[in-house]
């Protein structure tokens, strides 16, 4: 990931929390559209809650307690643009119910790489992931509502043009966290500490 390549190098302790739902929960929508049958979207909300709720409890919040770095793809504000914004469901509804699931956490730093929809479309590869098949509206309004999250909280944001060449990106992200993070290694001299040589007492 981009941005664990960016932690600095005395950052020991990094812990991955990739969101996932449950695959149980995953499932309902696509099999339920597949058989024709008419399922509506409010009462998947408490459900996608309760599992960010035992995420948090499981992994991210341990890990936070042992001092750890925790950088994770997806969090609060994923929720609120894509069930919100893109499904046009209740967004203080689903603010409320995501702050029950994470106890008030919130993130310290939330890397938005903006992209035009399809842009982002484009550059991946055919697959039968349900959020694909979405008309661009739906994409464009998941958009808007990222967008609208970071000028609501520019401090917690960084967000970046995603059509920038991958090394800007990274630079950008890196330079950002290590503003963050304390660094015991000045980080001109990070490059260079693998030709010291050795000590020997």
């Not at 929508?29 to 599992?51: F, N, S, T, W």
């Not at 890397?111 to 929809?117: A, G, H, I, K």
């Not at 950002?176 to 001299?189: E, N, T, Y």
Request: proline letters at 9%; glycine letters at 8%.
């Amino acid at each position: 990931m981009l941005v664990v390549g960016g932690l600095p190098k005395g950052a020991k302790d990094i812990a991955g929390a990739r969101a996932q739902v449950k695959e149980g929960i995953a499932e309902i929508l696509p099999h339920a559209r597949a058989a024709g049958v008419p399922l509506a979207i409010e009462p998947l909300h408490p459900m996608y809650a309760a599992d960010r709720a035992e995420h948090v409890d499981s992994v991210i919040a341990p890990a936070l307690e042992r001092g750890a770095v925790v950088v994770t793809d997806r969090f609060v504000d994923s929720s609120i643009a894509y069930q919100g914004q893109g499904r046009n469901q209740p967004i203080e509804e689903i603010a409320g119910l995501n702050r029950w699931a994470t106890g008030g956490l919130r993130p310290d730093l939330t890397v938005l790489l903006d992209l035009p929809p399809a842009a982002g479309l484009g550059r991946r590869a055919p697959s039968a992931d349900r959020l694909e098949a979405e008309p661009a509206e739906f994409h464009e309004r998941v958009r808007a509502g990222f967008l609208a999250q970071a000028s609501s909280d520019p401090d917690r944001y960084l967000v970046l043009d995603a059509t920038r060449p991958p090394g800007e990106l990274s630079r950008t992200i890196h330079d950002r966290i290590r503003d963050m993070l304390p660094d015991p290694v000045p980080a001109a001299a990070e490059d260079n500490t693998g030709n010291f040589p050795a000590i020997l007492e």
